[in-house]
């Protein structure tokens, strides 16, 4: 078992493990950069691109895509599959789902305490928002909660690996861009957001397997003393 669990974290999860460890640096240098108010002058000019391309109907769409990273619609989706996962005796996978869930919310709960960064007031918002802003809740969450759903589904289809990781990609890409439409983020909010995003994600993922590791050894260990 123990060398099963040495296999598991030195091999094919060494891609999540680096693409953690670069998102904590990159993470690192997008906060310091707006800690020293670096990046103010190019976050606007991007906004203000983006206040170029509204319209009535890109309004709608925009916010029809900016709810589905709103606490309602993480909150009903962690019940609805959780809900499923743990009716079908999956409870490792319900678990990690709500642990998914519920951690990334209260770390960028917490991260946006310490950086305190106001939102941008470039023009009058169209949705309801908080007070701060870095880094931006609905892309970290979004990408945790849509990540851990595509993963799972991914394991479960796959055949459909590849187009589930694709259009798990373009929505939560859709639903971190409608922010900046709607001129509620800054673009370093955003990516700094995901960032953070993917690195527990990776946590809550590989946390999943060594436990589907362990957990089959000691089926295994079980069957072989009877």
Known sequence: MRSKLLSLLSTIRLLGLCAAAFSIWLF????DEVLEQETTTLDTQILLALKNLHSPLLDQIMTG??????????????????GILWKQG???EATTIAIAAGGSA?????????????RPALWDRIVD????????GHAMVS???YGILGYLMATRFPKW????????????????????????H?????????????VWLVTCILSLQVWRIYRSAKANSQELNF
């Open 186 to 198: 800054w673009p370093t909010d955003v990516i700094a957001g995901y960032t953070a995003g993917i």
């Open 161 to 184: 690996r590849l187009a589930i990781a694709v259009l798990t990609m373009i929505l939560v890409g859709a639903i971190g861009l409608s922010r900046l439409y709607l001129g509620v």
């Open 129 to 136: 928002v908080g007070y701060y802003s870095f880094p931006s």
């Open 90 to 92: 999956r409870r490792a």
């Open 28 to 31: 690192a240098e997008i906060a």
């Open 65 to 82: 895509i900016t709810f589905l990273g709103e606490p309602i619609s993480i909150i009903s989706l962690c019940l609805l599959f959780g």
């Open 106 to 118: 209260l770390l960028n709960y917490i991260l946006k305490g310490i950086f305190s960064r106001s």
């Open 143 to 145: 990408l945790v909660m």
